[in-house]
T-cell receptor, first 113, second 115 residues
């Protein structure tokens, strides 16, 4: 069965610093992978997705993620954090047998001035 | 497109009362998902529908919870009777399940408080 593990429930960075949010997946078939962002009091919004095309995926707001099969990872990065990036981020993997998305437990990103 | 629409946005009710949450998916989407989010348990999938048919309701916590999707543009999640531990944010999401396209689009959620 597919699963995702997000290392670090909280990550804090200074404004302008590199953002790195970690996600490792487990899947018996080539996965589709997603990153979602949730701002306070809002629903989840799709940041980017990997669907077996290019391994480096660019998303909205300057975020990108790299699919590494050898490491079973799909880490999310942004070169320079902005205060508006403060939110909770969820990694997810598709379960193509059931059409469900399997979500990680989330990582809360704090950005300090 | 207006996105996924949920109503009400906030609901405060007393224990024992019936609560009905509503969802309008994105037009043309063929799958609909109900989630619950709490601090303690995170994001939980309650039930999902494909082409208006319930496919997996294993996440529904107990018989007090029921969900329907009478047509492609409307779904309800009902709790009867409600209990304080049902307090959470309930999200509806929809997707068009097709090759290379499994992403879900979430509504703004309904914040339920049961006193």
């Amino acid at each position: 069965a597919q699963s995702v593990t997000q290392l670090g429930s909280h990550v804090s960075v200074s404004e302008g610093a590199l953002v790195l949010l970690r996600c490792n997946y487990s899947s018996s078939v080539p996965p589709y992978l997603f990153w979602y962002v949730q701002y306070p009091n809002q629903g989840l919004q799709l940041l980017l997705k990997y669907t077996s095309a290019a391994t480096l995926v660019k998303g909205i707001n300057g975020f990108e993620a790299e699919f590494k099969k050898s490491e079973t990872s799909f880490h999310l990065t942004k070169p320079s954090a902005h205060m508006s990036d403060a939110a909770e981020y969820f990694c997810a993997v598709s379960d193509r047998n059931t059409d469900k998305l399997i979500f990680g437990t989330g990582t809360r990103l704090q950005v300090f001035p | 497109d207006a996105g996924v629409i949920q109503s009400p946005r906030h609901e405060v009710t007393e224990m024992g009362q019936e609560v009905t949450l509503r969802c309008k998916p994105i037009s043309g989407h063929n799958s609909l998902f109900w989630y619950r989010q709490t601090m303690m348990r995170g994001l939980e999938l309650l039930i999902y529908f494909n082409n208006n048919v319930p496919i997996d309701d294993s996440g529904m916590p107990e018989d007090r919870f029921s969900a329907k999707m009478p047509n492609a543009s409307f779904s309800t999640l009902k709790i009867q009777p409600s209990e304080p531990r049902d307090s959470a944010v309930y999200f509806c999401a929809s997707s068009l399940v097709a090759e290379l396209s499994y992403e879900q689009y979430f509504g703004p959620g309904t914040r339920l408080t049961v006193t």
